[in-house]
């Protein structure tokens, strides 16, 4: 037995390396057949730009929006915008539920929308979007769906995502696709919650085609009543978002999508499929958390906390707000921006309400210069060769547009 055992192992072995031998030669064949895995073109930019004595130059040419008088053009606590073609300026207004469009020349022009269920009606309303013809889009995340408007106010058609839980921008691209940020809840109780958050481009039944970025979350509460408990809870929350990297993500003019995780100064552009084509780098000194920025956070939180909570908690808040656990370092950037020829702007921080620290870097992703701009960092675009931003003065938010300049461009 032990013989033939043996025997046949040694005809096995020699079958074995008979085989292997044009089974080899047949793999290596189907290797040099099989696509090389594209090699993604990486920009890798030093500290200092290319033209470090450069500096943009903004001027202010027109302001939206007023304190008190025209009810036309008064906006709420949270506005977003948006700037067509022809120059025309679209204001979305959190607070009262509608559209307002107004002409190059700050003109008022029109009302899309308004509180209400029914078509072309909100109950909440986020940033104003085009689509590929040119029309208007919406998300309205309290009745999960996504209005569509002619730039005229026409009301056209609606989308619904009942089972998404969208969590930031959504970008409608020109093969149907969606691109958005979308928390997956896994668990959600008075102990607290965990979920992912999500970067990704979707299909148009809301299925994922590919994902850009995944993070995971976890904030555990007491459950309590009390105002201790209330206090840790708010302070767990707070600590959460306090100087962390976070994603940031946009659809260009051209298609392209930019992707960014402020963790590192990186930026990825992808195609409108979602695949890789170039990635932009710059080489940063890390920027400590100062006590002045943790004093700014925290008069943001107050001010926000204090919106939504009842009076009886504003102790509670107070005691959070000496509960937060801050990062020592701030994250590479705040976020970006593409203007319409392809140049990026990187918003790095803003100094004060009206005061931007800005990379600039060109459509290959060369690092050009670095502005301090006396503009906000709020919402800020570059449209049709002027930047536009969204200022906040005396309680009241207005859009303010800038004719802008690059000495020596």
């Known amino acids: 037995m032990k013989y033939g055992r043996n025997l046949l192992l040694l005809l096995l072995a020699c079958a074995s390396v008979c085989a292997g031998l044009p089974a080899t030669e047949k793999a290596r064949e189907q290797e040099s057949a099989r696509p090389k895995a594209v090699e993604v073109p990486i920009i890798s930019n030093p500290r200092v730009p290319k033209y470090p004595s450069r500096r943009i130059a903004f001027k202010e040419d027109l302001t939206v929006g007023v304190k008190e008088g025209d009810e036309n053009s008064m906006f709420g606590e949270r506005v977003y915008f948006n700037v067509d073609g022809d120059g025309n300026i679209f204001v979305t207004d959190w607070d009262r539920k509608r559209i307002q469009k107004y002409g190059p020349d700050g003109k008022y022009l029109l009302t899309i929308g308004r509180k209400g269920q029914g078509p072309g009606e909100f109950q909440n309303v986020w940033e104003p979007e085009f689509d590929k013809e040119g029309n208007l889009y919406v998300v309205d995340i ?3 769906r ?32 969606f ?24 299909d148009d039944k809301f299925q994922p085609l590919e994902v850009f970025h995944r993070e995971s979350h976890e904030i555990k509460t007491s459950g309590g009543q009390d105002e201790d408990s209330i206090a840790k809870s708010l302070a767990a929350s707070m600590s959460d978002s306090a100087f962390k990297p976070a994603p940031h993500y946009l659809l260009a003019p051209d298609g392209e ?16 499929e979602g695949k890789p084509v170039r990635i932009v780098r710059k080489d940063y000194d890390p920027a400590p958390v100062t006590a002045q920025d943790k004093e700014q956070f925290e008069d943001i939180q107050r001010a926000e906390f204090l919106r ?4 009886k908690a504003e102790n509670a808040t107070k005691k959070a707000l000496r509960l937060i656990l801050y990062p020592k370092y701030k994250p590479a ?10 140049w990026l702007f990187v918003i790095v921080e803003n100094r004060g309400s009206e005061t931007t620290v800005l990379d600039v870097f060109d459509a290959e992703g060369r690092y050009l210069a670095r502005t301090e701009a006396p503009i ?34």
Do not use: C
């Not at 730039?151 to 969590?167: A, C, E, K």
């Open 333 to 342: 950037y705040q976020s970006f921006t593409v203007a319409d020829d392809g």
């Open 179 to 202: 691109l958005m940020a979308v928390d997956e809840i896994r668990e959600e109780g008075e102990q607290g919650a965990r979920w992912d958050s999500v970067v990704g481009l979707y």
């Open 376 to 409: 906000p960092s709020e919402g800020l675009r570059f449209k049709n060769g002027k930047a536009y931003a969204i200022a906040t003065k005396e309680g009241f938010k207005s859009v303010k547009r800038y004719t802008y300049t690059v000495p020596g461009n």
């Open 308 to 311: 939504f909570l009842p009076a």
């Open 142 to 144: 309290a009745q999960k």
């Open 146 to 177: 996504i209005s569509f408007f002619g730039r005229d106010g026409r009301y056209l058609r609606q989308i619904g995502f009942p089972m998404v839980n969208i969590s930031g921008s959504l970008y409608f691209d020109a093969l149907g696709y």
């Open 257 to 272: 999508i930019f992707f960014g995780f402020s963790r590192t100064y990186e930026i990825k552009v992808y195609s409108l």
